[in-house]
């Protein structure tokens, strides 16, 4: 447990007052602020009413807000729960042990299933609504999705699946991945998924450590303009899991020609031969059953296999997707995303707001940088979300939303997966929406949701994240455990939170779990970001705890380098590492220059000019180096610790977790870097 004066510094209601005041005092323009009938009209202003009803206090502002949910987490979770229309038993209890991290129970009485809570509406109107690259276009509606989740889970049933079964996915995002996830959950089988350009290593590295009953795979996929196919991959991958059974699913045609070479392959539509639509029947367990298996990126190692429950996902994304994102039924919501990142588990709760899900697989580069706003404006997106590195994308090719694209619809744009620069905040305003609620949020996939993020009643600052997600006592440590503000130091949450892992897989005692999590602060969740509260009560990333640079004894975080060498027009984008050097640490970094570019002497001395002067002279690198190419995992995140072990000569183990591990070897006996 941390020590007494730990417990005592836990700043609640008079920390994020101090913040505030900050905020009336600071000099920072907001980029933007929300008009007061905004706020009014909200989400979040509804939800704080129905609190002010039931406890009978005032929450004024959204620091009110925040710190009844904190201080009142049993009554917080228990209004989400209502106000979120949960279908299920709640129970008596709200949460057991909750000053226990691991081990706090939430609902321990309660029975419900998240796939219910997903299908509770029917009708015409649409739940579904996929673009593909090649443009093809699909939809289906919500009774559409309910009768083929009938079909799916009769299917399952038929299979011998039951509860707690493993069913493991290699597929596109297509409206009949949804279905068969939520049929698996119907029946109490666990989801687990992954994106089809995984590699074969990739995959079993994941899958071969869950043993699924089933595995799902597609017939190929689209990208970059180019028709992939999978047939040798699930031809390799299947005889090597323990299913007995895979299917294909439908996308660019062929399942049958895979079936022919895999035992125990058939089509999604032989599958469904002879299971005709009936009425769902929803198996409901306890809020603490379990609904996915996520992976950690892998890029140190074999990936860690995440559980995470029914009901702590399904009341954590409400939370955020009503409260936070402002979600209400008849919305489009979208977010740019994979199978692979647990952004798709994300979107998908969507649902449950009885809103529509839009979809999309693909390259959102292909024919050009507009497709990606021409399904926006199109279909009407309500809320828009993506990666940082896209809206980068964007902002570099020249492209200018606002002045091409009919985004009227669209009330926020949400960014997450690396921070998001502040030459990128300003973009969103000036090129993309100017009236717009730019949402940079952070959490990952170790809790499948968010620590930080959108917060509709307040302000709008280049580059801040606005504020904690409500329930969730998030704070900044120094290396003593104590809270700073205005200071860089570790991101902790205090309290115990609904979606926290219920485990990891294959780990009985709980030992990785703990390490993950809790090895630095005891009974307190240090999620491994170097993190800084700004005077605005804003938060800023300066990236992982893990990549920080540490010269000369002071840390720095690489988001603070790339901030500044990222605005330069020659650099098209960089990563920084610190290497072992003359009994210390020195900073190099690697720039991936746009084409023509030249590093020479002038342009690394204008390189370390703007990073001296942006930032300070700590920052400056050591050694500046031009690459050819980056890595980066699968959801687009560039691999700091991998090119770290290679330039100290250390093995990557497992380059299958990243999307581009020939970029590898560009880092491997680099002239510059050598004793």
Known sequence: M????????????????????HSSRS?????????????????????????????????????????????????????????GGVVGDKGDRIVADAEKMPGAQFFPDSSLNYAENLLRRSGDGPAVIFRGEDKVRSSLSWDELRALVSRLQQAFVAQGIKESDRIAAMVPNLPETIACMMAANSIGAIWSSC??????????????QIEPVLFIACDGYWYNGKQIDVAGKIAAIAPQLTADKTVILPYVGGGEAICDQVEGCVTLETFLAGFEPQDLAFKRLPFSHPLYILFSSGTTGVPKCIVHSQGGV???????????CGVRPDDRVFYFTTCGWMMWNWLVSALACDATVMLYDGSPFFPNADVIFDYASEEKFTFFGTSAKFIDAVRNAGHRPIETHDLSSVQTIASTGSPLSPENFAFVYDGIKADIHLASVSG???????????????????GEIQGPILGLDVQVWDDDGKPIREEKGELVCVNSFPS???????????????????????????????????????????????????????????????????????????????????????????????????????????????????????????VVVAVADIPRTKSGKITELAVRDIVHGRKVKNREALANPEALALFENIAELQG
Not at 314 to 324: G, I, V
């Open 2 to 21: 941390p020590s007494a004066g730990q417990k005592l510094n836990k700043p609640k209601t008079q920390f994020w007052l101090l913040q505030m005041t």
């Open 27 to 83: 000099h920072d323009k907001p980029l933007w602020t929300p008009s007061q009938e905004r706020i009014d009209a909200s989400r979040m202003r509804e939800f704080a009413d129905f609190c002010s009803a039931r406890t009978g206090a005032d929450y004024p502002d959204f620091g009110s807000l925040h710190d009844w949910s904190v201080r009142h987490c049993d009554d917080f979770w228990s209004a989400v729960w209502d106000y």
């Open 195 to 208: 994106s089809p350009d995984f590699g074969e290593q990739g995959v079993m590295d994941r899958f071969g």
């Open 314 to 324: 399904l009341l954590k994304h409400l939370s955020e997707h009503m409260l936070h």
């Open 444 to 462: 990952g996939t170790d809790i499948v949701a968010c620590f930080i993020g959108a917060v509709p009643w307040q302000p709008v600052y280049s």
């Open 500 to 622: 926290m892992p219920i485990m990891f897989w294959n780990d009985p005692e709980g030992h990785k779990y703990h390490g993950a999590y809790f090895e630095r602060f005891d009974n307190i969740w240090c999620h491994g970001d170097f993190a800084e509260w700004t005077a605005n009560g804003g938060m800023v990333i300066h990236g992982r705890s893990d990549a920080t640079l540490n010269p000369g004894g002071v840390r720095i975080g690489t988001a603070e380098i790339y901030n500044q060498v990222e605005k330069m027009p020659e650099v098209e984008e960089a990563l920084c590492i610190g290497q072992q050097w003359d009994n210390d640490t020195r900073v190099v970094l690697f720039v991936r220059l746009a084409e023509g570019v030249v590093l020479d002497e002038d342009l690394t001395k204008a390189i370390k000019l703007k990073i001296r002067t942006g930032a300070s002279p700590r920052h400056v690198p050591a």
